[in-house]
């Protein structure tokens, strides 16, 4: 941990932009490891399957925007209870009506896309908080809510065979509620927040390429991330034949190794730059792709290669904002939504396009593959700018390191 980290800043609205950032991810994927269930009793293929936990994805890359304006505008804490509230109108919604088609999967995948979008009120809350040398360390432990994704893998197939799977939206409600509660009286936006700006001054980053360079680095780490946890039950089910609670297990795994090194890529990003710890992250996730892209030909292989793709992924998206409050400091809660809004089309990319290779060659090798050669391409671009980036905006900073 960085010297003095623990004296800047706000611990309780720290605390509960975790929790609340942990547990809107918890269901923002929780169509994933029901998907074996809900396919079985729905009769949906391969592709169905691989869009089904893709949507919920894009709708949250696509709120991701529109929180970050409202960030801007009207707090990044009355954003987030408006969001946390739609979420369990609309989970209690599916539980009390029942989800008995394919559309109506699409629609409530729809709905948990205010969970995702949870990013970009969660990060703005605690990193309006915080001084440059802390950025991140502090977005890396707010950004640990990608951690919601283990409870979902770890508990949603267990209680779907206990209670069937529909009743799991219902008792997600539970401890939903529970987090508003602690994030209303917790949480609390910093001072001196950015003044309000005409709406269209909020998109003036896009005119920015090193806008554009974040979406896509943000796009390939936080992408592969939450591609892999919304599609690693179906994997492990479809490739190995293990039951959906297993396979959850091994989600859980895979999901809990990236999760937990995202403050670690923070803090590493903190002390040696930005740039040089996604170089390391580009690398090694574009080596262990391709490797999975060959197909293993066992549980245990495919599980210590997912678990080394996750580790790289999740400290790579912790590397990413430690750079990005450097470069966009008084347009965070935007830059937050729109490089959230490309973690989540990469996101939606990776599980949809995984299905529709095993739907169309039997196997979803190459989606690992193409994705692999992504994950290349944001390492050689990374390669060209950040020499550019160290020269200019890099060189006015005090204290913290590109």
Known sequence: ?????????????????F???????????????????????????????????????????ALRIVNGLLVDRIGPKMTGAVGQLIVMVGLGTAWAFGVDSFEGT????????????????????????????????????AGMGNSGTVLAALFAPGLARIFGWNAVFGLAVIPLAITFLIYMALAKDAPDPPAARPLAAYLEPLRQADAWWFMFFYGVTFGGFVGLAASLSIYFTDQFGLSPVVAGYCTAACVFAGSMVRPMGGALADRIGGTRTLSLVFAL?????????????????ALALFVVAMLALGAGNGAVFQLVPQRFRDEIGVMTGLVGCAGGVGGFYLASSLGLAKYYTGSPQWGFLIFAGLAFAALASL????????????????????
């Open 1 to 17: 941990m960085n010297k003095g980290f623990w004296d800047a800043g706000h611990r309780p609205t720290l605390f509960a932009a």
């Open 383 to 402: 390669t060209l700018v950040k020499q550019r980036w160290r020269m200019t905006w890099g060189a006015t900073l005090t204290g913290a390191r590109i």
């Open 106 to 141: 699409i629609a409530l995948g729809i709905i948990l896309g205010f969970a995702g979008a949870s990013f970009a009120v969660a990060l703005p809350l605690a990193s309006r908080w915080y001084p440059a040398e802390h950025q991140g360390t502090a977005l890396g432990i």
């Open 285 to 301: 996730a574009s080596v262990t792709l391709a490797t999975i892209s060959t197909g293993p030909t066992s549980v245990a292989m």
């Open 19 to 61: 929790l609340y950032f942990d547990l809107a991810f918890m269901v923002w994927v929780l169509l994933g490891p029901l998907a074996p269930s809900i396919a079985g009793d729905l009769g949906l293929n391969a592709a169905q399957k691989g869009f089904m936990v893709a949507v919920p994805t894009l709708a949250g890359a």
